[in-house]
């Protein structure tokens, strides 16, 4: 899930329009700026501004405005010092249409010519999460306005440059942090193992990724997203707790990827199988796998060093093993003995294997078994099934063509879920809740 709410795309479309120059997208331009723009550090956005204009005309520029959503920024310290270069900044932070939106304006002493070094400087905020959405550049206050270089087609056609996400932190495993927020209050956790149970903090595997928790939309209505690298550059694994300051959180949504999720009423998280009506955990190992792997129907697995206890004999449960993070129900068959794993003395317990890719997993496909590696850990999950009737109501047909669910919505019944309900607990007001999807929730 990309983060970006639809919504966004309008804002940033009548931001623009507001700071428009004149004759936006014509394919020719002489007054033209290059703006990049880093988020290093939580609250923080870092910009490099360069005169990149040509041919003849007044190409100097004079002041500049940025324009953020989501966010509000720190009067009392907008920015790093950099007095050489710059009058004192004007700052306005507001809430327009239920949105929080932040400008910063900034007069040049030492005007940026043509083939001058960048400009740079760090802009504070109060929040992460939110989004560089606009920049206006002006040869002087209100005058002429220089158009962005960016053009990713080639076609001379010129349009914004990406921007980024404000970061909220860095977050290794294990690590627990209160979300950076002026108005949102919020504490993420995230799980000393990965859901597969392949990255985990004891071995020293985990890889420390940046999160943002987003809050582009209407403040009123509160709808938020948990975000981190979910390609190469971070973990597709990574299970996160968030507790957030809100009994009311009920809805949940991690489809379809790309664009805003659709809500759902969350489901309720899965206990530990031996502690049935406890509060969900966030995933942790039963045992690991040793060197007999799908055996007659059967793995072997070390119970010795398990942070989850597995159910009595012939108790069937779920567990998450193997790099695809494929799901399957299995029991421990205390009838057919133990076996050596030919490494050292531990003995394995025999567990029978019920029904493999359960829950469509690995999700995305092709659904056939994953291979299992032997030292995988086998997981416990608090992830639960999507229900066969809407969790809303408790009656609807999740198969009825409804705009949600299956066959018209994104999602399936019997399906892994990617989020779940851990509890409201209306005395200490907040909602706990597992997402291992990029997800979305909203009261």
Request: contains cysteine; charged residues 10%.
């Amino acid at each position: 899930m990309n983060g970006m709410h639809k919504w966004l795309w309008v804002l940033s479309a009548v931001l623009l329009a507001t700071f428009a120059v004149p004759g936006f997208g014509a394919t020719q331009k002489s007054k033209m700026y290059h703006l990049a723009t880093t988020s290093n550090a939580p609250t923080q956005i870092t910009i490099s501004l360069t005169n990149v204009s040509v041919g003849s005309g007044n190409s100097t520029i004079t002041a500049f405005q940025l324009v953020f959503a989501g966010v509000a920024i720190d009067e009392l310290n907008p920015i790093d010092p950099n007095p050489a270069n710059r009058k004192a900044p004007t700052v306005t932070n507001q809430i327009v249409g239920g949105v929080q939106i932040a400008t910063i304006t900034l007069p040049l002493i030492a005007t940026l010519k043509v083939g001058a070094p960048a400009y740079e400087l760090t802009i504070h905020l109060k929040d992460c999460g939110g989004q560089l959405t606009g920049a206006t550049v002006w040869t002087s206050i209100g005058g002429q306005t220089f158009a962005p270089d960016f053009d990713s087609s080639q076609s001379g056609t010129f349009t914004v440059p990406l921007l980024t996400n404000v970061t909220c932190g860095q977050i290794a495993c294990g690590g627990n942090t209160p979300v950076p927020s002026s108005t949102y209050v919020a504490t993420v956790t995230r799980g000393g193992y990965d859901k597969d149970g392949v990255t985990t903090i004891a071995a020293g595997q985990c890889t420390t990724v940046p999160y943002t928790v987003t809050k582009f939309d209407n403040i009123l209505l509160g709808e938020k997203q948990l975000f981190w690298p979910t390609d190469l550059s971070g973990d597709d694994a990574a299970a996160f707790q968030l507790t957030i300051n809100n009994p009311a959180i009920t809805q949940v949504g991690w489809l379809p990827t790309t664009g805003n999720a659709v809500l759902i009423k969350g489901p309720l998280c899965l206990s530990q199988p031996t502690l049935p009506g406890t509060d969900a955990v966030l995933p942790a190992p039963y045992g690991k796998l040793l060197a007999d792997v799908d055996v007659n129907g059967y793995i072997e697995v070390n119970t010795l060093t398990a942070v989850v206890i597995r159910p009595a004999a012939f108790t069937s449960f779920d567990i998450v093993g193997g790099t695809g993070g494929e799901r399957l129900t299995v029991h421990f068959d205390n009838t057919a003995g133990l076996l050596l794993d030919g490494v050292g003395p531990n003995g394995g317990e025999l567990w029978k294997v019920d029904a493999r890719n359960v829950g469509g997993t690995p999700l995305g496909g092709p659904f056939t078994p994953t291979t299992l590696v032997p030292t995988d850990l086998m997981m416990y999950t608090p992830l639960p099934l999507l229900p066969g009737v809407d969790p809303a109501d408790g009656v609807t047909p999740l198969n009825a063509p409804a705009a949600k669910y299956s066959p018209l919505g994104p999602y399936v019944v019997g399906n892994q879920a990617q989020m779940c309900i851990v509890k409201h607990d209306t005395g200490a007001g907040t909602t706990t809740l597992m997402d291992i999807g990029d997800g979305f929730h909203a009261p």
